[in-house]
């Protein structure tokens, strides 16, 4: 298989890029923050619960997150690979991951982490708040806690997997195209090497 994590702040365009990479590699796409989204959107209990975290800017806690994705592993049983957008998000869920796929008899191929100036980062929350309905896009104080959760519980999510030499940056500003240009070859590489 081949699974890989979008990495990179809020903003960064993990969401777009992903949509462009499960067609062309046929992986399939867990976001967390979809799977939160669709939970509010149902009114299930974890859903109301989740959404206070997520109008706050503030992650929703790891066990919440990290059994919704056990529960997508083990529904996608043969799959080519999942990219994973969004999550892990803090080191506790890095580890949970490593975990269950190890049990799968898989584990992570790469990180990607797309890397974008913060004032960029920022420019485009507001902008996508103008259009997507997200109510933690539109409000700038909400925008600024999640990129300061960011820093302070998802960064060193970077440094579990350089660890492992898993980790790899990508230059997440430029056109759509030139971005998933490069997401693309370092995907490619990855499949040549295990062929
Ligand atoms: P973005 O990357 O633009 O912040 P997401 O859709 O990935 O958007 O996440 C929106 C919100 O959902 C986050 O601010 C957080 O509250 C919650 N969330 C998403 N994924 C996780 C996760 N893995 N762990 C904890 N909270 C999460």
């Known amino acids: 298989m081949v699974n890989i994590i979008l990495f990179g702040p809020p903003g960064s365009g993990k969401g777009t890029?992903?949509?462009?990479?499960?067609?062309?590699?046929?992986?399939?796409?867990?976001?967390?923050?979809?799977?939160?989204?669709?939970?509010?959107?149902?009114?299930?209990?974890?859903?109301?619960?989740?959404?206070?975290?997520?109008?706050?800017?503030?992650?929703?806690?790891?066990?919440?997150?990290?059994?919704?994705?056990?529960?997508?592993?083990?529904?996608n049983p043969d799959t080519r690979?999942?990219?994973?957008?969004?999550?892990?998000?803090?080191?506790?869920?890095?580890?949970?991951?490593?975990?269950?796929?190890?049990?799968k008899k898989t584990s992570i191929s790469a990180v990607l982490s797309l890397e974008v100036p913060e004032d960029e980062l920022i420019k485009r929350l507001l902008n996508r708040g103008l259009t997507s309905g997200r109510s933690d896009d539109a409000n700038e104080d909400v925008v600024k806690a999640r990129i300061v959760e960011y820093h302070n519980k998802t960064a060193p999510v970077a440094d579990h997997?350089?660890?492992?030499?898993?980790?790899?940056?990508?230059?997440?500003?430029g056109t759509i195209d030139e971005i998933f240009g490069l997401l693309s070859k370092e995907i490619d590489d990855l499949v040549v090497e295990r062929v």
């Open 17 to 75: 890029q992903s949509a462009n990479l499960i067609k062309k590699y046929g992986l399939i796409h867990l976001s967390t923050g979809d799977l939160l989204r669709s939970e509010i959107e149902a009114q299930t209990p974890l859903g109301l619960e989740a959404k206070k975290f997520m109008d706050a800017g503030q992650l929703v806690p790891d066990e919440v997150v990290i059994g919704m994705i056990s529960s997508k592993l083990d529904a």
């Open 81 to 103: 690979g999942f990219i994973f957008d969004g999550f892990p998000r803090t080191t506790a869920q890095a580890e949970a991951l490593d975990k269950l796929l190890t049990l």
């Open 161 to 173: 997997y350089a660890k492992y030499g898993k980790f790899r940056k990508i230059k997440g500003s």
